[in-house]
């Protein structure tokens, strides 16, 4: 069983009615002193994101969530962004909330662009009302339907002139930090359209109990037989024999797609989801299952890239195995397995087994430049770090590594 907390909070409009939710996932490799109400102890990270996808809620969960009609605000940051695992988020009932602190590149302005045209709609968190603010998000503004504004920070004649100059646009305003009834009364008659504070409601602690996940080596072996171009009864065959992940599966179906068609089989949903669609399900579902060390995200978008590095390298013939080669090799660190035990639940096509086991065969060279690139990054990474490094960390590293260390030196 999977427990995923969160907190949900009222949002209202000016009729006092729920309009929204905020929805915060905890994030639990803070420690509790730390998960006040700042945005510290809380994360809508990567795996956050995934775990709501993978849970991808039907209608009528949704409406026990939410409430029938209700939307629901969602944190997003730039890694979410880029890495699309919000994809699958239903666009009708959820509003990609941006993080005041987001870092604004070009990569995330076009996310966001993007996103926006295809018919998302996103909210500012957080917006102090200040220069500097506006100067960050004015390009933005166009795209953006909420702001929400926090009138603690918010220095009054800033506020007053922001309000005035957004009442003139198609973006609504939306006041947090309403701690009294004199402060709904206050920011009421200034115009704003929705409102979200300690005096409307608090937020309550909540958690989603999901079933057992199918085991990760499930999800790897799927994703093989899809790299290798199975045919669609095979597809069928493989995920038949299991239920939670047949299971998860038509559910995110149902609640992406929208079709007035009742799910008869298996191959109907692979068919009318498409491959593309059902492998970036899959690797968002690896996502929201990595382990619980903090690297863990960074390790796969690394093992990810190495995987595009080295099937951009093979020859047509072999370009299959040698992303999946690329992808393997560094999954006993994200799995926090031994390499050989993974590789014999997987059973894999010999090439790949070679390299992963014993670092040979036709893909070893390909793999070697990658990994020197990727060390040539690290290395000039740690030497302009180096003293925010801790030196147990240091030692740990070095440790595993198979480096003495003479004691008497430190």
Known sequence: MNIINYTKQKIFDKNKLVYAYELIFEDTSHNEEDTSHNEMGYSNNIKGAA?????????????KLLDKNTLAFVRIDEKTLIKDVIDALDKDRFILNILGNIDLTEKVISKIIQYRKR???????????????????????????????????SEPDN??????????????????????????????????????????????????????EPNQFVILQLIKIIKNNEDTEQLELFIKKQPDLSFKL???????????????????VITLMGRDELLRWLMVYLYSEASTNPASKTILDLAIKRAEKMEAEAIST?????Y?????????????????????????????TTLIVENK????PSLDRAIQEEKDYLKKKMLANFDKLNTTDLINTLEYGGVDIDESKI
């Open 51 to 63: 775990q709501l996808i993978i849970n991808s809620f039907t209608d009528k969960e949704l409406d």
């Open 324 to 352: 999946l080669a690329g992808m393997f090799s560094m999954l006993s660190s994200i799995f926090e397995t031994n390499i050989k035990e993974l590789m014999n639940h997987i059973k894999m096509d010999h090439d790949i």
């Open 318 to 322: 072999n370009k299959d195995k040698a």
């Open 119 to 153: 018919g998302f709609k996103f909210s500012l968190e957080n917006f102090d009302s200040s220069i500097n603010m506006i100067t960050k998000f004015s390009k933005l503004f166009k795209y953006i339907d909420i702001i929400k504004i926090d009138t603690a920070l």
């Open 361 to 364: 065969g036709i893909f070893a």
């Open 250 to 268: 038509i559910q995110f179906f149902n609640n992406s797609k929208k079709l007035s068609v009742r799910v008869e089989s298996l191959t109907q």
């Open 159 to 212: 506020l007053e002139k922001i309000v005035h100059k957004l009442k003139d646009s198609n973006i609504k305003i939306l006041a947090k930090n309403i701690e009294t009834k004199e402060d709904y009364e206050k920011y009421l008659n200034m115009g704003f359209d929705y409102y979200q504070g300690y005096y409307l409601g608090k937020p309550i602690p909540m958690e989603i109990i999901t079933s057992k």
